[in-house]
């Protein structure tokens, strides 16, 4: 792809970002000068979308609340080679826009997560770095350990990423889906780091720490489910399979000892779990022959898109 055909465009997701959207704006035009700037405002009740709009970005709307819901409105909107994806809360800094960007075409990559270094203690608080940091370490064992910082709101992705990714998610957890569906279908990734500031006074997260945590942890058990249904179900069926042979073992030895079935609601219930357990392999076994089509599927869509020359 030359560098004249290229199609760049910033894409910025904000809700009541007042204080720091022009600054935000102003530094990705300055860092990015051919980029086109997207600002889709999330029901923003400050002067979020006057002061973008002031500042010379594109002004797009999604009034279903939260983040995953703005990413997926703006993908199918928005039409260029490479996107630009970072938070308006201006704790990303645009001067690494232009590295990220390059990495991208000089790897040919279809994504390059911008990983956070502080530049203050107060800018990333203890709970999100424990919280990133354990989130990270579980998909890198499950999915692969291409990714470092898997919550970071900053990155830059190819079309064919873009226009593949299907963006199930609501809110925060959006982060998470972009690093499992780049792992799951093996595609090209790169890292770079890059300085994360203290937010801008009178500016506040919309990131809650323990909810928004649990949210993700829900979305990564769910995924495990969806692409990795052979293990979830085995070690399902091993709990259960466990399970019922401590409640049956007793029975059956009390069986042999005696020739009677005293504890027979033990004995169906044991019977039952065991059953479970067994069903629980099965549907792994099926649900892993379904889920390697959809893989298929998938990978067949993200090539259906041209690579960048």
């Given at each position: ?103 991208l075409r000089e790897g040919r990559l279809d994504m390059v997560t911008a990983t956070r270094v502080m530049q203050h203690s107060a800018a990333y608080r203890r709970g999100h770095r424990t ?144 059953a479970l357990a067994f069903l629980s392999f099965a549907c792994g076994l099926i649900l892993d022959s379904v889920g390697r089509g959809r893989r298929e599927m998938k990978r067949l869509a ?8």
């Amino acid at each position: 792809m030359s560098g004249a055909a290229t199609r760049l465009a910033v894409l910025i997701p904000c809700h009541n970002e007042a204080v720091a959207i022009t600054r935000v704006i102003a530094g990705f035009r300055a860092a990015l000068p051919d980029a086109d700037v997207f600002v889709y405002d999330n029901n923003s009740t400050d002067d979020t979308v006057a002061q973008a709009r002031a500042a010379g970005a594109r002004i797009g709307f999604e009034t279903l609340q939260g983040k995953g819901h703005v990413v997926r409105r703006m993908f199918a909107d928005i039409e260029a080679d490479i996107y630009v994806l970072v938070d308006g809360d201006d704790t990303y800094d645009p001067a690494a826009a232009p590295g990220l960007v390059r990495l991208l075409r000089e790897g040919r990559l279809d994504m390059v997560t911008a990983t956070r270094v502080m530049q203050h203690s107060a800018a990333y608080r203890r709970g999100h770095r424990t919280g990133n940091t354990v989130l990270s370490g579980l998909v890198a064992r499950l999915f692969g350990a291409r990714v470092t910082d898997m919550l970071s709101g900053y990155r830059v992705f190819s079309r064919r990423f873009v226009k593949s990714f299907p963006a199930l998610s609501a809110g925060f957890e959006t982060e998470t889906e972009f690093t499992v569906h780049a792992l799951q279908l093996a595609m090209p990734v790169g890292e770079l780091p890059a300085p994360y500031r203290q937010r801008m006074a009178g500016s506040a997260s919309k990131l809650r720490t323990v909810a928004d945590g649990l949210r993700i942890l829900r979305l990564i058990l769910m995924l495990v489910k969806d692409e990795r249904p052979l293990p979830f179900f085995t070690i399902c069926g091993v709990i259960l399979l466990l399970f019922g042979l401590a409640l049956g073992i007793p029975v059956v030895l009390e069986f042999l000892r005696i020739g009677l079935v005293p504890r027979l609601p033990t004995a169906i219930v044991a019977a039952a779990v065991v059953a479970l357990a067994f069903l629980s392999f099965a549907c792994g076994l099926i649900l892993d022959s379904v889920g390697r089509g959809r893989r298929e599927m998938k990978r067949l869509a993200y090539l259906a898109i041209p690579a960048p020359q």
